[in-house]
């Protein structure tokens, strides 16, 4: 019997194609709509602090007139952790943030904001949000996790996915699945993401104790060709076939 993994779809970038001309065309709106009609579990969107693609209101917008489960990337700070209380997503993810970066380049680094993750910790859980860290598959830091009471991670692929010969692949894909085992073992609800695409989906989505995978640039990118929809349901059949 397959084990069901959870499909999360990152719309940041439909927002991206938005603001390059202003306006709101193509709208975050109808895309949420999109996702949901095509049976994927939940939506994610980062809300970045200099607002280059997600902005708060398409959150409010999508919370009131779209009745899919909310996954909000936000970095660590306090008026992220604001906006996330006021929002009441399903889940928040926090993500480690750079401006100068194109994109998440690796794993939070629990170390240095444990303090203001424990300070907040109670008010998510009065709220009934799920709190997940986006984290390298890195042992110390799942540990660092367990310890202040974190129970979800969800872990970076980007390594796995950007690895170009099969010694690299084989390597991050163990590393991986080794860090997902551990942090099963231990009580953590894992998640994982960044990267992947319907060519590299199916191993990581075969580790059993996954219970989510969010996927975005890819999916907008190929919906371009094929089709927001189909492209999402053609993802989630790759994930279910490799649940088998």
């Given amino acids: 019997m397959m084990k069901y993994c959870k499909l999360g779809v990152n719309i940041d970038h439909v927002a991206t194609i938005r603001n390059a001309r202003g306006g709101d065309h193509p709208g975050l709106l109808r895309a949420a709509e999109i996702v949901k009609r095509a049976n994927a579990d939940s939506v994610t969107m980062h809300l970045r602090e200099d607002r ?3 902005v708060d209101n398409d959150l409010f ?3 009131k007139n779209v009745n899919i489960p909310i996954n909000l990337e936000i970095a660590p700070t306090e008026e992220m952790i604001s ?3 006021s929002l009441q997503p399903h889940s928040v993810c926090f993500v480690p943030e750079r401006r100068e970066e194109l994109t998440t380049e690796g794993g939070l680094d629990i170390f240095s904001c444990s ?3 424990s300070k907040n910790l109670l008010l998510f859980k009065n709220k009934k949000i799920n709190v997940t860290c986006f984290i390298d598959p890195d042992l110390e830091q799942i540990k660092a996790l367990n310890k202040l009471g974190v129970n979800n991670i969800e872990f970076h692929t980007g390594k796995y996915a ?4 099969k010694n690299d692949i084989d390597f991050h894909f163990q590393e991986l699945k080794y860090a997902i085992e551990f942090s099963d073992k231990i009580g953590i609800n894992c998640h994982a993401g960044h990267g992947l695409n319907f060519s590299n989906v199916s191993m990581v989505a075969s580790i059993k104790q996954i219970k989510e995978l969010n996927i975005g640039h890819f999916l907008i990118g190929e919906s371009i060709f094929c089709g927001l929809e189909d492209t999402i349901i053609k993802m989630r059949e790759l994930i279910n076939v490799a649940r088998l």
């Fill in 52 to 54: 280059r693609h997600i």
């Fill in 61 to 63: 917008e999508i919370k």
């Fill in 83 to 85: 906006i996330s209380l």
């Fill in 115 to 117: 303090k203001i993750i």
């Fill in 162 to 165: 950007s690895s170009q010969n």
